[in-house]
């Protein structure tokens, strides 16, 4: 009986393990399912530094058609608004650029189609960008004009005019593609500056943790309390939001993972608390912020064109900042002690401490200073999009991993590779006929499935020898 206690040990924990692997998606679905759509004002009004995206529904005969559920969304911008007999209702966006509108089909009225149920439309600051539906008594393939009627603003031209190809749905347009080239490379950065903490803690430790998306999101939620809370200038509340990211990850250190290090936790029993660690930081962060979209700054930042690239200052900040970060990464793991005993701590730990490192040292600064990168990549992304909310962490979760399996896991350099790889593959994904804009993300997953099963150890990852 004695000698059947381990087995029976072990097979408690596969069987915890498994419960827990089976729970989790279900969990992560059903968190954001909690959060309530935050309100959205529909009657933008445009000024110099506003951007506005209208969306007008009518029937064969120019009337409005109430209570049809529209979606507005792009660049990380999400709001969901219900049309009135009244007119078109309009968003303020957060920045310029490209904004698919989307119907709700379950919302028309009966025996009443759309003509197409989808349209993308391009946001300027002092103008509307209007995507108009007809809505008729069989499906049709026409596509109406911009709304006949409307005052105030800029419209979009409207099919057949200069310029309508970004008004239509569907339609492919190179400076449409040159402009979602430029959002990929955005999005690349600062997933690279995010990822790259994954795969050094992975490279050290071993251990994929999923808490990573809430670091990323904390470095916008404190931005956003200090500068709209506690009245802090904009630059002493982003210090001091980074000063807290990078302490949390020393703080956890400290408090969980060397005690559990030292006791020699499996790494399965180590997952399994980072995904309960995840899901409380998120459900915090609700507590904090609340179910809405929130934006740490809340004037509209101007416009800049770079190379043909239209996007916000601040977004061409965020990005300059990303560079500067990830060079430092690169100085830092090359050029100094400390991060060449990381990269030996990485290859062998057990070399490593033979050679006089200090592995649990080594794991402490990366552990610091992957919270701070993270930290640092969510202040850069509220700012660059414009809105963040107290999920955006689960959802730019799934990239991460995708960009550090497409690299290779546990090499910080291949981390920014497929970094770079996963966000222009997520911003010119709607670029092929009949993707929703919606489902960019999901190219993402279908890179991480094909990078797995054709070549698991990534783009620079080596092959390893198993038994």
């Not at 430029?182 to 994954?198: E, K, M, P, Q, T």
């Not at 936790?265 to 997952?271: E, N």
């Not at 050679?355 to 794991?363: A, C």
């Amino acid at each position: 009986m004695t000698a059947d206690r381990p087995n029976l040990a072990t097979a408690a924990r596969r069987l915890v393990a498994t419960l827990a692997a089976v729970a989790f998606p279900a969990l992560l679905a059903a968190a954001p399912a909690m959060a309530a759509t935050a309100p959205v004002a529909t009657d933008c009004t445009t000024d110099a530094s506003t951007a506005c995206v209208a969306a007008i529904v009518m029937d064969e005969e120019n009337n409005f058609v109430p209570d049809v559920g529209v979606t507005i969304s792009g660049a990380g911008f999400e709001a969901q608004v219900t049309t009135t007999q009244e007119g078109p209702v309009s968003v303020k966006v957060p920045e310029v650029g490209t904004y698919t509108i989307t119907l709700d089909e379950a919302t028309l009225p009966d025996g009443l189609f759309p003509d197409p149920t989808e349209r993308e439309v391009t946001a300027q600051t002092g103008s509307t960008a209007r995507g108009a539906f007809t809505l008729g008594d069989e499906p049709v393939g026409s596509t109406p004009s911009a709304d006949p009627g409307a005052t105030g603003g800029t419209e979009t031209p409207a099919a057949g005019e200069e310029g309508s190809e970004e008004a239509t749905s569907g339609g492919f347009s190179w400076s449409s593609a040159w402009q979602k080239f430029g959002l990929g490379i955005r999005l690349g950065l600062l997933l690279a500056l995010a990822s790259v903490g994954i795969s050094l803690i992975y490279g050290t430790t071993g251990l994929s943790t999923f808490a990573h998306g809430e670091q990323f999101t904390l470095g916008a939620v404190l931005a956003f309390m200090g500068v709209n809370m506690w009245d802090l200038p904009f630059w002493v509340a982003a210090a001091l939001a980074l000063a807290i990211c990078t302490a949390t990850g020393f703080v956890q250190d400290v408090v969980l993972w060397k005690p559990l290090r030292q006791r020699s936790t499996p790494l399965t029993q180590l997952m399994i608390i980072t995904i309960g660690l995840s899901l409380v930081l998120q459900f915090s962060i609700q507590l904090m912020i609340g179910n809405g979209s929130e934006r740490i700054l809340s004037a509209n930042p101007t416009s800049m064109t770079i190379a043909g690239i239209t996007l916000s200052s601040w977004s061409w900040t965020s990005m300059a900042v990303a560079v500067l970060a990830i060079l430092f990464i690169g100085w830092f793991l090359t050029r100094t002690r400390i991060g060449r005993a990381t990269r030996a701590v990485s290859d062998n730990p057990a070399l490593a401490a033979a050679t006089g490192i200090n592995p649990d040292k080594i794991i402490r600064i990366v552990w610091t200073m992957s919270t701070g990168f993270a930290g640092l990549a969510g202040l850069m992304y509220g700012l660059s999009v414009g809105t963040f909310s107290w999920n955006t962490g689960m959802q730019i979760l799934l990239l991460m991993f995708a960009a550090v399996t497409l690299g290779g896991l546990g090499t910080a350099f291949g981390a920014l590779a497929g970094s770079m790889v996963i966000g222009i593959v997520v911003e010119m994904s709607p670029l092929i006929p009949g993707m929703p804009n919606d489902l960019r993300y999901a190219s993402a997953l279908a890179i991480l499935i094909l990078v797995l099963l054709l070549r698991p150890q990534g783009l620079l990852g080596r092959r390893e020898r198993i038994g």
